[in-house]
């Protein structure tokens, strides 16, 4: 017992030793980590009012820390400078052999530029250009050049065993629809089954009968079924074990399967099937023969409006694709995460933007090597909101209470619609950057990450930080501690 208050008394007089050593953290936001059980030498904090030209405190700063997902203000920053807002990937489509009467005698060659999002509407468009073309039946192969991305062999289940999850699908030069499929289960009007949809419909991808329905709790001891997949690359298959309770409504799934060249060959052939066309071909690899004129051109939303996705929904492949596509803007082609790297670390030296303890692998975030520093991350975002793409970049922050990662936090409280955020998370790691609009218009900086094995329990200690600087950061005296 003796030794144990010994502990407890040592571990309070350590945290205000560990408060006082660091006197510009002030001592509420200092206590809100503590409260939350994690130790302060495993925070990283910044704030400053962008109209000055140092922080208004900054803590343990130069540390080199994971910052999950913030990592993506790095890439998105950079490519808003050296592509430019207005910037816009292509996909193009090759006719290789004769058109006779709508038939091409020969294969379709699509040729991929890295597109980070080719949706559904957008391949269909695609689709649609090609019927409006003429092309109503394919009976060699689609061909498919993807050689602007030169990339290490990649495994989607690396990172955390989770191989069917959309977050891990890997980059490519011809990405389409993120290479996910959504399943939704969906209870019947009568209350005696329950329907399976797959969205894309792919004609590789089999969905076994449906679970049984049962009048179960939803939230109770028996789980939902759930759906098992059995994927070989080219083709899969879905099934469901256990029962259905008819409390849980309808429910999706978001799973990644297929090779990225079947999943394109499966989508080009339900989406031309269904605007009439007929193809039955098989999926090779091909380039695409020099001085070639495109049959047909699909063209992305600008960059700007593709970072809106990117740091909004965090989406990680994105991200990684908009990385490799730096890399093709400031070096040959092909493009490696290594070149990629090399432009990045140009860009920031000849911005004269010191990073310490970075270390970058695929501009996402989504990375166990993956570092960087709050002192780094917040010249960033001074940096930003002086530059000629500070609205597109800031645009494309999560809107406190209102939208992307944050639209459930903050709500209710006088932060809400006044901080733009990007946030990280991933086992061990929670952090947030972004801009606080104070109510007098002042704009600060916030930087914080936190690396712990209890990370997660850091979510309240870093709202709360936001939430301090809205209201104090214009009035704080780092020498008389009031806050």
Known sequence: MRRDLRRLALSAILAVVALDAHAALPRAVGRAFLDAGIPLNHVSIVVQDTAKTRPLFAYDANRSRSPASVMKLVTTFAALELLGPEYRWKTEAYVAGPLVDGELHGDLILKGYGDPKITVEQWQSLIADLRAKGLSAVDGDLALDRSLF???????????????????????????????????????????????????????????????????????????????????????????????????????????????????????????????????????????????????????????????????????????????????????????????????????????????????????????????????????????????????????LAVAAIDGTVERRFRGDAVAGQALLKTGSLEGVRAVAGYVLDPAGRRFTVVAIVNDANARRAVPALDYLVQWVYRNGATWDPALQRR
Request: aromatic content about 6%; hydrophobic content about 40%; proline content about 9%.
């Open 150 to 396: 030169a990339l290490p062999p990649y495994d989607p289940g690396a990172f955390d065993h989770e191989p069917l999850k959309p977050y891990n699908v890997g980059p490519d030069a011809l990405l389409v629809n993120f290479k996910s499929l959504r399943l939704t289960l969906v209870p019947d009007a009568s209350g005696t089954g329950v329907t399976v949809n797959a969205d894309p419909p792919l004609d590789v991808v089999t969905l076994g009968a449906p679970p049984p329905v049962s009048n179960d709790d939803c939230a109770g001891a028996s789980a939902p079924a759930t759906p098992s997949i059995d994927d070989h690359g080219d083709r899969a298959a879905i099934t469901f074990t256990g029962t259905y309770p008819l409390s849980c409504g309808e429910r999706d799934w978001w799973l990644a399967m297929l090779d990225h060249r079947h999943y394109v060959r499966a989508m080009f052939a339900t989406y031309f099937r269904a605007a009439g066309g007929r193809f039955d071909g098989s999926v090779t690899e091909r380039r695409v023969p020099a001085g070639t004129t495109p049959f047909a051109v699909l063209e992305s939303p600008p960059l700007a409006d593709i970072v809106r996705d990117v740091n909004k929904l965090s989406n990680n492949v994105m991200a990684r694709q908009i990385f490799l596509t730096l890399a093709t803007a400031r070096d040959t082609p092909p493009a490696t995460p290594a070149k990629a790297v090399n432009v990045v670390k140009r860009w920031l030296a000849a911005r004269k933007l010191a990073m310490p303890g970075l270390v970058l692998e695929n501009g996402s975030g989504l990375s166990r090597h993956e570092r960087n520093s709050a002192i780094g991350l917040n010249r960033l975002l001074v940096a930003a909101d002086a530059s000629d793409v500070r609205e597109e970049f800031e645009r494309s």
